[in-house]
């Protein structure tokens, strides 16, 4: 402790004394530690102390009006978010049916497994697949907020109990046939390419099987990312399902004698700037009236002048309607069809996975395009089995003859 006289001026006498002390409670309460299972302590460590959290003030959480209006805006895909919606929907249905109704947000462990197993239920009447209850519950999962999702480990495990005994019973899954290059253009060979249309249709086909798209990256495309050359067109793909941060991938596609990749692109691309529609921001495929004229959409319309996913694939579906496949393999075309049969064809061809992964924007070390995207049609033309030479031919002839030795052993 020490003592020192105030400076004058200070209104105090200056015969005060300020002491420098510290006073010391013996019954002050023991310190508290904050420790949770992510904690981790090196030798000698001790936790974080309680009365050691940030002083935190009411700014400290507070968001500007602007930051709001930001954060209200949508940051998943349209079509995300309208199966999101659903799901959600016929979740809250459900819980508010319950005796006594539930919380659909945030859920209880009890809660959300008791959903599953319902869904479990009714799929094994045969509403749903496997694969279609784990997407609904996932989505439902998901939408819970971040710090209090329900555990989904019991949910999860009676999963995959149903999906054994589902495949055990003949269940299979039913993806879409491939569109291979001999079925994409007969798809192509019946179109009129002579109206807008057309010409649309045309590429739009081309393009698709060319590219490997998604139909969510062809709604989404722009003029500006399709550069069309003489030898061919380079492709930017500003975002897909394995690269949602946009970090964009581009791809030059070369020009083929049967698929007629640049004159198609050309011709889609004039009728555009004949449209005032060829701006390098507008949508690369626009919806057209029966005159070939731009179908007008209201100001409001949140994906402003390009197409819905959903009707791209329904064009696609009529294209191949109309050329008499609608189904290939007794499975119905979809626009995730041309995708299938890009791959399809490629792997027939010997090309590697790493190169297909890049062509088709599957995730880098992904096999998704060897066993889920090789789609060949009816027998197929190779078997691995033919590299066995037949039995009796020259390597044999020993076991042939009769005068061989009775113990020889079989080759």
Not at 346 to 354: E, F, M, N, Q, S
């Amino acid at each position: 402790m020490s003592a020192e006289r105030l400076p004058a001026g200070t209104g105090l006498s200056a015969d005060v004394e300020v002491l420098d002390a510290e006073l010391v409670d013996d019954t002050a309460a023991p310190v508290r530690y904050l420790v949770t299972q992510h904690t981790m302590l090196g030798p000698g460590q001790l936790p974080p102390r309680a009365d050691e959290r940030p002083a935190w003030s009411e700014d400290d959480f507070r968001l500007s009006a602007e930051d709001v209006a930001d954060l209200d805006e949508p940051d998943l895909a349209e079509n995300t978010i309208i199966n999101r919606d659903s799901t959600v929907r016929a979740f809250e249905t459900w819980c508010a049916q319950q005796e006594p109704p539930r919380f659909a947000s945030p859920c209880t462990t009890a809660t959300y497994t008791a959903y599953g197993l319902h869904l479990i239920r009714l799929g094994k009447a045969g509403k749903y697949k496997p694969d279609t209850v784990g997407q609904y519950m996932s989505r439902i999962l998901n939408w819970q907020p971040v710090d209090m999702r329900p555990d989904p480990s019991r949910f999860k495990g009676r999963l995959r109990a149903w999906r054994r005994e589902w495949i055990a019973a003949g269940g299979e899954v039913r993806r879409a046939p491939a569109v291979t290059i001999g079925y994409n253009l007969r798809i192509i060979d019946a179109i009129d390419e002579t109206t807008n249309i057309g010409k649309r249709d045309a590429f739009l086909a081309a393009l698709a099987y060319c590219n490997l798209h998604r139909e969510m990256e062809l709604a989404d495309q722009l003029v500006k990312r399709v550069k069309v050359h003489d030898t061919g067109l380079y492709v930017t793909t500003a975002m897909s399902k394995t690269d949602q941060a946009g970090k964009g991938s581009g791809r030059f596609i070369k020009d083929r004698e049967d698929l007629q990749l640049v004159r198609r692109a050309r011709a889609w691309l004039a009728v555009l700037h004949e449209l005032g529609a060829d701006g390098p921001d507008d949508p690369l495929f626009r919806a057209l009236t029966k005159k070939g004229r731009l179908r007008k959409y209201p100001a409001d319309r949140k994906r402003g002048q390009r197409m819905r996913p959903g009707s791209l694939n329904e064009r696609l579906q009529q294209l191949a309607d109309r050329a008499g496949v609608p189904y290939i393999d007794g499975k119905k075309v979809t626009s995730h069809s041309w995708r299938a049969g890009a791959n399809t064809d490629l792997i027939a061809a010997g090309v590697p996975l790493k190169e297909r992964n890049r062509a088709g924007r599957w995730a880098d070390g992904s096999h998704t395009a060897d066993t889920v995207y090789d789609r060949t049609h009816g027998r197929g033309e190779s078997d691995p089995l033919a590299a066995v030479p037949l039995y009796g031919g020259a390597a044999h002839a020993a076991v042939a003859d009769p005068r061989a030795s009775a113990t020889a052993p079989p080759s």
